[in-house]
């Protein structure tokens, strides 16, 4: 089994930054490709990053060039970061972090970025 647990979510003012990270334990050695997610309310849930396992990396047009995803790999646990800039009121939404493991999603719980002044 993997888990994951999202940290760094929280307010920021338009054209600020922030870090979010997901940390994955457990069964980490079947985990192919890693993606962050956002479910804004009343709209379905997206993805904004992904990592696959060949190390390539690809994000949508409402993203491109502020969203960088990375992955920190240690012996019993890999670390999903998102950093994130020039924040958008339109990128108001809960983030989640999303990990393929044998072709089965595992999600995290989520973490709310609010983007307002």
């Known amino acids: 089994q993997v888990q994951l647990v999202e940290s760094g979510g929280g307010l920021v003012e338009p054209g600020g930054s922030l870090r979010l990270s997901c940390v994955a334990s457990?069964?980490?050695?079947?985990?192919?490709?890693v993606r962050w997610y956002r479910q804004a309310p009343g709209k379905q849930r997206d993805v904004v990053a992904f990592?696959?396992?060949?190390?390539?990396?690809?994000?949508p047009d409402s993203v491109k060039g502020r969203f960088t995803i990375s992955i920190n790999r240690e012996t019993n646990k890999m670390t999903i970061d998102l950093q994130m800039n020039s924040l958008k009121p339109e990128d108001t939404a809960v983030y989640f972090c999303?990990?393929?493991?044998?072709?089965?999603?595992?999600w995290g719980q989520g973490t709310q970025v609010t983007v307002s002044s």
């Open positions: 457990g069964d980490i050695s079947n985990i192919d490709g």
């Open positions: 990592i696959l396992g060949s190390g390539a990396t690809g994000y």
């Open positions: 999303n990990a393929k493991v044998r072709g089965i999603d595992v």
